[in-house]
């Protein structure tokens, strides 16, 4: 049966520790470059110096991003093999045995899901940790991460849970390819499009 | 940068449809090559780049073994489409070429299955074009793309056949010459349209700008500066009023569009910027 | 392909009609191309992840000096482990939360399966420092160890031998105290005190409250209602499991959270809602500036300073100094003429004079607050001074012995002071002498003629100097401790130490320098136990799962075999093997903090891992006092809380050990004449990608949290440095080269060099990987003795391409 599954991510309490990213590449064996779950660092604001005192308005936080689980997924529509594809349960995966490594699928999606594997050839993404899911467990990065801002669950169970939003900055407006994912903003959470905006931490991403 | 084979690929399909296209117009038109030796090098030149232009498509693959997959997703990806057509008219022009090797030569039948190669070449190109038309790339995001890569179609395909046309075809050759000249200044003005145009993008768009205006400079200005150049070598005979007839002018005048088209596409591809993270 | 399949036969869904349609089509071009199978096979290992283990154990994460002590379950097949996941356990409350592993533990199986583990032990061949080695048999080094102690020992005598600082390894039977214990039973070695991480604070504290055990159980900081973390980074240094968690179950409950840090650090950007950059070293003016506010607006509790505190005005100095200046004086300037007011404060830490009125103002009104002090500010030249001015705010404000409030200083968690982190025995040491943990290269260079003015305690004067340095676990000597350079001249002199044993997993800069270089197994290879990092009320096992690799050996393993040569067998060992210890570990935690732990033959059958006391009720520091101050009096002079301390005084230092917290302008400083070649201060703050220096050679975490120098834009744009640009940092200690990131998350003026890179000298000496000891300075604290090493000034440029 086909869920619509999704992310809830809690950008407020995040602390930028990478362990949900780290704890993914360990459970899927990935290379260096290839992230399924990825953390970006945002920043804007300035500083200003008046006498002897600095007065800042800088504004920080960062989201953990992995794979959106698009309800219009843009990747499964270029796709040329059709190895981007929905499976049984819903979930928007790659089949390994068709992938000719095109990348398109990466030119598509704003959300950098995709992630070409130098050593096999072929795209791979985030598959939602699809075996645990089967045995009703988590997938690895919401268990691990130590702050507990991260869950993972049906979507219409997970608005009811918790409000949130699915676009800000740095992410694309959600229209393009409906994301399923619920993002509770911080503070400092600057807008889709924020041209002050920065991700500070592009190298790593 | 993987994008090279791409480079090649794009560009060589683009000559042999665009010299395909060409070349059946004239031949339908003017009757052009009423000699059919013409056609017995042209033919198999376009076929070797048509084919040497699939090959090289594979090689920006991670995974070409895989490639028989290629045309599953006809239904919605526009690269399903492309790979599919460019097949079709590699296939037609294929057996088009052997078909005029056949001691009867060029029959009046064989004018229906050039017209059809040609629409497929057509269809092709489109497709090639469109898959790049994706809202996560603003650079590639607007109907300029589709108009520069059916430029490149025609004037690099039509400087190549004109290397083709017998000489005794003067006021031919004037056509040729003066579509190939209209056609280059608008490549001109479609490019710096299109550079325009992303000035007034989003965050993406500028850092596409970027990309061209600034750390690729050289190519960017050396190409207009090219193309300018050779449209004042089109020029200069017409105002001597002797037309070009030469077979070495016409090569250096390919040769220059093709370092200009090349450079273009070099440029394409490196100002890639997408959105969203 | 060979390998068991859990679920359906083919993944993803793949329809089998499909999939036969295709792979008979693929098949004969496939044919031709042959190297199918090898592709599809690397596919399927890389797609199909999920692995059927042989066994899932629990055990508790390598125990590093990280701060964590959490808990792994690792998957193991055909005796490798696979995979790493973290604390499962249901219920994930406060009381007894889960112990998860962060990004260090998560990505060990790097370090763990790391081709550069040192497998044999190595002899020196080159010169000392060139890192030049030849393979030789355990016999052959061991004997050449023996062989030198006791040569050194008999020419120099047992205060010649060192064992010095190191926390590489961190558990019982791996890891310094295993060294200790061996020489202790030769006659001793030259013992230190204090340490790199807590020299000034846990030095400082006890002058102001008699005791380090100063903080409350942390389950109780979600009755806090302001937090005032200064200086302070759980989030990323993980200063304790869970502290970031409770802290944010404390915001949850409505806490405010204040960061004070030259850098918005990662636990400023998820807790705080405040961010207060300032400018490092001038802390003690912030605090004056914010008490000068209290006192004037009489926003001070005035009881309680009356009844549980001296020294505060002139009405309660102790007997002795009744005409010393007291605090009030100093911040009112009644002395020295110079009222610490926020303008004054503003001039010299930048922040703008009406936030620090307003700091003042919420930190003295919200209660109950919590001062919280981290390791970062009295890692400096004056931290002493620093940790003092802590505690008295704490005080003033009356936050102490109470629920939500925080004595602040050391905050050993009550009311037993927490963890005893190692029971490993080492025994008496019968050398008496004692120096500071920082002071070991003048002990090399002048130890016959250390004294107490050079912190040595146990005995007047040194007898020798250092001649043998035998090391286990510790990257101290050459990587961590100040100066790079100037240790490595020392360490190269071989006249001076004369020989140098260090037991480590990988080359090291420190290990290059040995003349001898044993491998030591991790702890995934041998048995473990602990109960804690400063904060710690569960036990956590840490079985044996894996066997050892090459020749390598445990830590304790190896001081055995040293003791063997020595003759001290028996005495070392007691008959136990590393198992019997573990028990006997145990048998001690049942003893004294956890007498319901089941015992080892249980507890591994169990595969918990982890015995936890859930904590319902966190205890308090100082309640007991706070109830009745003379029946329970501090163990200081007055028996009160010493906001002036008479001992300090006495000193008769008042420049830089002063009786109140005073603000001390630092030996380099953006104010000093240094500040016109060398502009920038230099920070080096605990790395979410490494441990210190462990870790440093983990490719998960380097591509995570490369070695970056953090530069603020303004300051980037000046010098026309741009993000990822080469960047060379330099003071006339040693220059660095190393890419740097350009943020807006920290105060200009000063630049971030993560500490803990390996250094790394090219063939011009300069360092490419970006070590901040290049830069730190040798120069110690004036009360504890203590590393100053964020105490740095230097200056920045862009690098020419190199």
């Known amino acids: ?205 | ?277 | 392909m060979g390998k068991q399949v859990e679920k359906e036969d083919i993944p993803f869904g793949l329809n089998r009609r499909d999939f036969i349609k295709w792979s008979s089509a693929l098949g004969l071009t496939v044919g031709a191309f042959g190297t199918m199978p090898e592709v599809m096979s690397l596919v399927d290992k890389k797609t199909r992840p999920y692995v059927l283990a042989d066994k899932v154990i629990r055990a508790g994460c390598p125990a590093h000096n990280c701060g964590g002590r959490c808990l792994l379950k690792l998957y193991v097949k055909d005796e490798k482990i696979v995979r790493i996941e973290t604390d499962d356990r249901p219920g994930d409350t406060m009381a007894n939360p889960q112990l998860r592993a962060c990004i260090r533990g998560r990505s060990y199986l790097r370090r763990q399966y790391h081709p550069d583990r040192l497998m044999h032990p190595l002899i020196r061949t080159g010169k000392r420092g060139e890192g030049k080695f030849r393979r030789a048999t355990w016999e052959e080094a061991l004997d050449k160890v023996a062989s030198e102690i006791q040569r050194i020992k008999k020419k120099h005598g047992n205060q010649a031998l060192y064992v010095p600082y190191g926390t590489g390894s961190y558990n019982q039977l791996n890891g310094r105290q295993t060294a200790a214990r061996l020489f202790n039973l030769i006659g001793g070695s030259l013992g230190y005190y204090n340490s790199y991480s807590w020299a000034a604070i846990s030095q400082a504290t006890p002058y102001v409250f008699g005791t380090n055990v100063t903080g409350n159980q942390r389950q109780d900081w979600v009755n806090a209602k302001y937090i005032l973390m200064w200086s302070w980074n759980p989030s990323e240094m993980r200063d304790g499991t869970n502290s970031e968690f409770f802290l944010k179950k404390a915001k949850e409950n409505g806490a405010k959270i204040v960061c004070i840090d030259p850098r918005m650090s990662l636990s400023a950007v998820s807790l705080a809602d405040e961010w207060i950059p300032v400018r490092p070293g001038t802390d003690v003016a912030l605090m004056s500036a914010m008490a000068y506010v209290m006192i004037s607006e009489e926003l001070y509790d005035k009881d309680f300073v009356a009844k549980y505190c001296v020294g505060f005005d002139q009405s309660q100095m102790p007997e002795g100094a009744e005409e010393a200046e007291s605090y009030r004086e100093y911040i009112l300037g009644t002395s020295d003429g110079l009222p610490k007011t926020p303008a004054w404060a503003e001039n010299i830490t930048t922040i703008p004079q009406a936030t620090i009125t307003r700091l003042a103002r919420e930190y003295a009104t919200t209660k109950p607050a919590m001062l919280y002090q981290g390791y970062g500010m009295q890692r400096r030249a004056y931290g002493e001074t620093a940790v003092i001015g802590g505690c008295v705010l704490a005080a003033m404000t009356g936050n102490i012995g109470i629920p939500g409030g925080c004595a602040s200083g050391m905050a050993l968690q009550a009311d037993d002071g927490g963890p005893f982190w190692n029971v490993f025995p080492t025994g008496e040491n019968p050398v008496k002498a004692r120096i500071p943990s920082f002071l070991w290269t003048e002990a090399v260079l002048r130890g016959n003629e250390m004294t107490a003015a050079d912190g040595v305690e146990g005995v007047e004067k040194l007898d020798s100097d250092i001649k043998l340095i035998y090391g286990v676990a510790t990257n101290a000597l050459i990587n961590q401790h100040a100066n790079v350079n100037r240790t490595a001249k020392i360490l190269s002199d071989e006249s001076k130490v004369e020989f140098m044993v260090i037991h480590d997993q990988f080359m090291t800069p420190t290990a290059r320098f040995a003349d001898v270089v044993l491998p030591a197994c991790t702890q995934l290879e041998m048995w473990g136990l602990e109960d804690g990092w400063k904060y710690g009320d569960e036990v956590i096992l840490m079985p044996k799962i894996l066997e050892k690799p090459g020749e390598t050996k445990s830590d304790y393993q190896i001081c055995a075999e040293v003791a063997e040569r020595l003759g001290v067998k028996e005495a070392y060992t007691e008959g136990r093997s590393e198992k019997e210890w573990i028990a006997w570990a145990l048998e001690v935690y049942r003893n004294t903090r956890f007498p319901e732990v089941p015992d080892l033959k249980r507890f591994e059958r169990s595969n918990k891992g982890v015995y936890a006391i859930p904590i319902t009720n966190p205890k308090i520091a100082f309640d007991d006092f706070r109830k009745d101050p003379v029946k329970n009096k501090l163990k200081t002079p007055s028996g009160k809380i010493e906001i002036f301390s008479k001992r300090l005084y006495d000193m008769g230092n008042p420049d830089f050990i002063p009786p109140v917290p005073k603000y001390i302008e630092e030996w380099e400083s953006p104010f000093g004449e240094e500040a016109g070649k060398y502009p920038f201060q230099v920070i080096g703050h605990h790395y979410m990608g490494r441990v210190h220096s462990t870790h440093e050679n983990n490719d998960y975490l380097n591509e995570a949290f490369p070695q970056r120098v953090f530069i603020n834009k303004l300051d980037a744009r000046r010098k026309g440095i741009k993000s990822g640009d080469k960047v060379k940092i330099y003071n006339a200690r040693g220059t660095i080269i190393v890419p740097c990131r350009v943020t807006g998350k920290i105060l200009p003026g000063v630049v971030n060099l993560p500490q803990g890179s390996w250094w790394t000298p090219d063939k011009d000496g300069i360092d490419r990987r970006g070590n901040v000891n290049v830069l730190t300075s040798e120069k110690w604290t004036p009360l504890a003795f203590g590393n100053a090493q964020h105490t740095i000034m230097a200056n920045i440029e862009k690098a020419e391409k190199t």
């Open chain 1, 1 to 205: 049966m086909k869920k619509q599954y999704a992310f809830y991510i809690d950008t407020s309490r995040c602390s930028g520790c990478k362990t949900c990213q780290v704890a993914c590449k360990d459970k899927n064996n990935l290379d260096i470059g290839v992230l399924w779950r990825r953390v970006y660092e945002i920043e804007s604001g300035g500083w200003t110096k008046r006498g002897g005192a600095w007065f800042n308005g800088m504004k920080s936080y960062h989201l953990s991003l992995s794979f959106n689980h698009c309800e219009n997924p843009v990747c499964a529509e270029v796709c040329p093999t059709g190895a981007m594809h929905k499976t049984k349960i819903g979930i928007v995966t790659v089949d390994a045995r068709k992938c000719i490594g095109c990348k398109y699928c990466e030119w598509a999606c704003p959300y950098g899901a995709p992630q070409y594997d130098e050593g096999t050839g072929v795209m791979t993404k985030c598959d939602l940790c699809e075996d645990y899911l089967q045995d009703g467990k988590n997938p690895s990065c919401v268990d691990a991460c130590p702050m507990r801002v991260i869950d993972f669950g049906e979507l219409q169970v997970l608005r009811k849970k918790y409000s949130g939003q699915d676009e800000l900055y740095p992410l694309p407006e959600a229209h393009h390819t409906r994301p399923a994912i619920l993002i509770k903003p911080h503070k400092h959470v600057m807008k889709t499009g924020d041209t002050l905006a920065r991700i500070i931490n592009e190298e790593e991403v």
């Open chain 2, 1 to 277: 940068m993987h994008e090279w084979s791409l480079i090649v690929f794009t560009i060589l399909t683009q000559i042999a449809v665009g010299a395909f296209v060409v070349a059946t117009i004239a031949q339908l038109a003017k009757g052009i090559f009423h000699g059919e030796k013409v056609l017995h090098t042209l033919y198999p030149l376009l076929l070797l780049v048509a084919v040497a232009a699939l090959t090289t498509s594979f090689l920006h693959l991670g995974s070409p073994l895989n490639a028989w997959y290629a045309m599953n997703n006809f239904g919605s990806s526009w690269l399903s489409r492309e790979i599919l057509f460019v097949s079709l008219f590699t296939g037609g022009l294929a057996l088009l070429t052997v078909l005029t090797f056949r001691p009867a030569g060029w029959r009046r039948s064989y004018k229906l299955l050039a017209i059809a190669i040609s629409l497929l070449g057509v269809v092709a190109i489109f497709s090639m074009a469109k898959i790049y038309m994706l809202p996560t790339v603003p650079v590639w995001n607007s109907t300029f793309t589709l108009v520069q890569f059916f430029f490149t179609t025609i004037i690099l395909g039509g400087a190549l056949t004109a290397i083709f046309i017998p000489a005794v075809n003067k006021t031919e050759k004037a056509i040729f010459v003066n579509l190939l000249l209209v056609l280059v200044l608008a490549s001109i003005m479609v490019w710096v349209g299109n550079t325009l145009l992303l000035a007034e993008g989003g965050l993406s768009a500028t850092k596409s700008l970027q990309v061209l205006v600034a750390e690729n400079s050289v190519l960017f200005y050396g190409r207009i500066v090219l193309l300018a150049f050779v449209v004042m070598v089109i020029l200069l005979p017409w105002f001597r009023r002797k037309m070009p007839e030469t077979i070495s002018f016409f090569t250096m005048l390919f040769v220059m569009l093709l370092i200009a088209e090349v450079a273009g596409r070099y440029l394409f591809y490196a100002s890639y910027v997408r959105t969203g993270v």
